[in-house]
C-alpha cells in the first residue's frame, strides 16, 4: 500500500474507493449522510453527526464506497489498521 493511502482513497483490501461515507440512523427510514474524499474526513463528518440532537445515543458508521456503488463498513478495527499503517510509513 502507498504511503498516501488515507488521502488517495485506497482500501485496506487494496481496492480503489470513490468516496467514503458518514453515515447516522435518525428514525425510521431516515439518515444522516455526509460525503467525504478521504478516511480521515469521514471520521470527522461522523464525529459531527454524533453531535446531532437527533442522534441521541448512536453512533455513526463509516463506509468506503467504490466506484461501481459497493458499500464496505469500515470497522474500528480496520481503521486502527490504517492509520497504523499510515503511522509506519510516515516514520
Known amino acids: 500500500m502507498g504511503q498516501n493511502e488515507l488521502q488517495t482513497g485506497l482500501s485496506p483490501w487494496g481496492k480503489v474507493t470513490?468516496?467514503?461515507?458518514?453515515s447516522l440512523f435518525?428514525?425510521?427510514?431516515?439518515?444522516l449522510i455526509e460525503k467525504?474524499?478521504?478516511?480521515?474526513?469521514a471520521m470527522e463528518a461522523a464525529h459531527g453527526l454524533e453531535y446531532d440532537s437527533r442522534a441521541h445515543t448512536r453512533?455513526?458508521?463509516?463506509?468506503?464506497?467504490?466506484p461501481d456503488g459497493h458499500a464496505t463498513l469500515l470497522t474500528a478495527a480496520l481503521?486502527?489498521?490504517l492509520l497504523s499503517l499510515k503511522s509506519k510509513v510516515s516514520a
Do not use: P, S, W
Request: proline fraction near 0%; aromatic fraction near 14%.
Open 18 to 22: 470513490d468516496h467514503f461515507t458518514a
Open 26 to 31: 435518525i428514525g425510521r427510514g431516515q439518515y
Open 36 to 41: 467525504r474524499y478521504t478516511v480521515l474526513a
Open 59 to 66: 453512533r455513526a458508521l463509516i463506509y468506503a464506497i467504490a
Open 79 to 81: 481503521i486502527e489498521k
